[in-house]
């Protein structure tokens, strides 16, 4: 089964956060999940559909362990959500401000 490495709230840093979403990509994944109320898989948040499956599995698992999603597995897919209390609970309005200057 199996494991994803979730970090604790109080461990999410900012350097990491920024760190994650400095990549194009990544950010993209981000904008396409905050938008969602509910969990998206990794195929539909993808930011083009024929990116490999390796490199979109990668960009989740950075994603992941910098904190800023959640992932959990329901059968075959792997269900992902932006951890946005979280992310609020530690840095207050980052997200929104870095998604309003996104496309800039």
Same mark, same amino acid.
């Given at each position: 089964?199996?494991?994803?490495?979730?970090?604790?709230?109080?461990?999410?840093?900012?350097?990491?956060?920024?760190?994650?979403?400095?990549?194009?990509?990544?950010?993209?994944?981000?904008?396409?999940?905050?938008?969602?109320?509910?969990?998206?898989?990794?195929?539909?948040? @993808?930011?083009? =559909?024929?990116?490999? /499956?390796?490199? $979109?599995s990668n960009h989740f698992r950075v994603l992941r362990e910098?904190g800023l999603i959640h992932t959990t597995k329901q059968g075959?897919?792997?269900?992902?959500?932006?951890?946005?209390?979280?992310?609020? @609970?530690?840095? =207050?309005?980052?997200? /929104?401000?870095? $998604?309003?200057?996104?496309?800039?």
């Amino acid at each position: 089964m199996v494991q994803f490495v979730h970090p604790a709230r109080q461990d999410i840093t900012l350097a990491g956060v920024l760190a994650a979403l400095a990549d194009p990509a990544r950010l993209m994944i981000v904008k396409s999940l905050i938008g969602q109320k509910d969990c998206m898989s990794c195929t539909a948040a @993808a930011p083009c =559909p024929d990116m490999a /499956k390796s490199t $979109l599995s990668n960009h989740f698992r950075v994603l992941r362990e910098a904190g800023l999603i959640h992932t959990t597995k329901q059968g075959v897919e792997h269900r992902n959500a932006v951890r946005v209390a979280d992310i609020n @609970a530690r840095f =207050p309005g980052l997200l /929104k401000t870095i $998604l309003k200057h996104a496309d800039e």
